[in-house]
């Protein structure tokens, strides 16, 4: 049973670039969360996605978006990266919609090195 | 807005004793979920224990129990018989019932470390 899949495991990027970060959820799971964890401090939620809507989102700027795709999977798209977008990106999938009937699953996230 | 609170940066233990991981959380809600996670080198986030906030009853799973005080909004996380694989930041985290699209709200967690 694969759980949640996030890749690339590792990316370094230049101040200004863009970048898409992926993430496949948990078989069976179809709502899918983002989390950002900056170094030594606890993940922050970005948004959620289910339907292949943004249902929630929390204090991140414009810069930051996403996108659901029918089979449930998920991007992260970061626009002219900022040094302090360096981070740990957290994708967490639930199923029945969100509820905690049966927890969050993390994937091991996307080490983000802005340069 | 709510806010969780880890006031233990480092904590560490010997081998099979038993250590206390200390949570606080702010909120007006009255319906709400609590969680303890392990984030090992790994990096992926496990989750150790909940509690719902209607559930009187403290949470316990095989080793890990909480002591759920409500009034008090606090949520203390016990390991019992620590083992070296219990090495890890522990988060503690908060989601509000929202029917369906609650987020977590973590603290900044504690690091431990467990001696041999």
């Known amino acids: 049973d694969a759980g949640v899949t996030q890749s690339p495991t590792h990316l370094i990027k230049t101040r200004g670039q863009q970048v898409t970060l992926r993430c496949s959820p948990k078989s069976g799971h179809d709502t899918v969360s983002w989390y950002q964890q900056a170094l030594g401090q606890g993940p922050q939620f970005i948004f959620q996605?289910?339907?292949?809507?943004?249902?929630q989102r929390g204090n991140f700027p414009d810069r930051f978006s996403g996108h659901q795709f029918p089979n449930y999977s998920s991007e992260l798209n970061v626009n002219a990266l900022l040094l302090g977008d360096s981070a740990l990106y957290l994708c967490?999938?639930?199923?029945?919609?969100?509820?905690f009937g049966d927890g969050y699953t993390f994937g091991s996230g996307t080490r983000l090195t802005v340069v | 807005a709510q806010t969780v609170t880890q006031s233990q940066p480092e904590m560490s233990v010997q081998e099979a004793e038993t250590v206390t991981l200390s949570c606080t959380y702010d909120?007006?809600?009255?319906?709400?979920?609590l969680f303890w996670y392990k984030q090992p080198p790994s990096r992926q986030m496990i989750l150790v224990i909940r509690q719902e906030a209607y559930k009187q009853q403290n949470a316990t799973e095989n080793r890990f129990s909480v002591n759920f005080q409500k009034a008090a909004k606090s949520f203390s996380l016990k390991i019992s018989d620590s083992q070296l694989g219990d090495t890890a930041m522990y988060f503690c985290?908060?989601?509000?019932?929202?029917?369906?699209?609650?987020?977590?709200?973590f603290g900044k967690g504690t690091k431990l470390t467990v001696n041999p």
């Open positions: 909120t007006s809600e009255n319906n709400y979920y």
């Open positions: 996605y289910y339907e292949e809507e943004e249902r």
């Open positions: 985290a908060f989601a509000k019932d929202q029917g369906g699209s609650e987020k977590l709200v």
């Open positions: 967490a999938s639930s199923g029945t919609g969100g509820s």
